[in-house]
């Protein structure tokens, strides 16, 4: 069974720290990767996609996927008290299976 | 607004009634994805379709639910006699190709009585 893995938190970070959320997932053959914002009672937000191994920088959000440890991460800087939110990492397994296997979430708390 | 619209936003349905969910998906996009979560737990995966098409409905349960996706007009979810456990938040994503990133509309809070 394909599995994606998150700490649920909650992560308690600092204004204007920076705030790391992680991601395991199970089935190596995965070909691309997400990360959704969901503040409570609302629609998942895609925050970042990543889809090579490395880096990929937008504004204050850097997402980091390493298939061969079969991890993803989000780094969140400056981390303002707006951040506050859940993140849900998912996982698209290709091959023609489009549906994402999505993570239970990390509820993220960014203190004043 | 263009990007992807549900309706209803909220929907109470009595046990054993049927409940109809709408999804138009963003505008350019052919791909559309159901997704249901249950209270205090994650996403989960229900059907993926394109126009006329049910390309993948392995997480759609077997009896009571089914999917479609017109040449005209929304994808429509249906859940035949609904009961209590299917009380839930309906998401309906949408692409514009295989395998790169969905979109999600606001979603149809679904509660059965």
């Known amino acids: 069974q394909k599995e994606v893995e998150q700490n649920s938190g909650p992560l308690s970070v600092p204004e204007g720290a920076i705030a790391s959320l992680n991601c395991t997932y199970s089935d190596r053959g995965s070909q691309s990767f997400f990360w959704y914002r969901q503040y409570s009672g609302k629609s998942p937000e895609l925050i970042m996609f990543i889809y090579s191994n490395g880096d990929k920088e937008d504004g204050r959000f850097t997402a980091q996927l390493n298939k061969a440890s079969q991890y993803v991460s989000l780094l969140i800087r400056d981390s303002q008290p707006s951040d506050s939110a859940t993140y849900l990492c998912?996982?698209?397994?290709?091959?023609?299976?489009?549906?994402?296997?999505f993570g239970k979430g990390t509820h993220l708390i960014i203190q004043p | 607004n263009a990007g992807v619209m549900q309706n209803p936003r909220h929907l109470v349905r009595r046990r054993g009634q049927e409940a109809r969910l709408r999804c138009s998906p963003m505008k350019g996009h052919s791909h559309v994805y159901w997704y249901r979560q249950l209270p205090e737990e994650g996403l989960k995966f229900m059907v993926y379709?394109?126009?006329?098409?049910?390309?993948?409905e392995s997480g759609m349960p077997k009896e009571r639910f089914s999917a479609e996706f017109p040449k005209e007009g929304p994808s429509i979810l249906r859940i035949q006699q609904v009961v209590r456990g299917d009380s839930a938040a309906y998401f309906c994503a949408s692409s514009p190709q295989d395998g790169v990133e969905q979109y999600f509309g606001p979603g149809t809070r679904l509660t059965v009585t």
């Open positions: 379709l394109q126009k006329e098409n049910i390309i993948d």
């Open positions: 998912a996982v698209n397994p290709g091959g023609g299976a489009d549906g994402l296997t």
